[in-house]
């Protein structure tokens, strides 16, 4: 299992901290772990998210 820190999270989503916070707020994000006073959050989860995402966008595009 991979953790990954909140500026990689930030590369790889292209999301904003302030966007992924929000997104967090409303439970429509991967939930962090903390390590100490480091925010990580874990690789796999990220990967089904954008993975969700991308489903809903192809499902969209088939209609």
């Given at each position: 299992?991979?953790?990954?820190?909140?500026a990689q999270v930030k590369?790889?989503?292209?999301?904003?901290?302030?966007?992924?916070?929000?997104?967090?707020?409303?439970?429509?994000?991967?939930k962090p772990i903390r390590?100490g006073r480091r925010i990580?959050?874990?690789?796999?989860?990220?990967?089904?998210?954008?993975?969700?995402?991308?489903?809903?966008?192809?499902?969209?595009?088939?209609?």
């Open positions: 299992m991979q953790a990954l820190s909140l590369a790889q989503t292209s999301l904003s901290r302030a966007t992924i916070y929000r997104l967090l707020d409303r439970d429509a994000f991967p390590e990580l959050f874990i690789q796999s989860e990220i990967d089904s998210y954008l993975a969700a995402k991308v489903a809903t966008r192809d499902a969209g595009a088939a209609k």
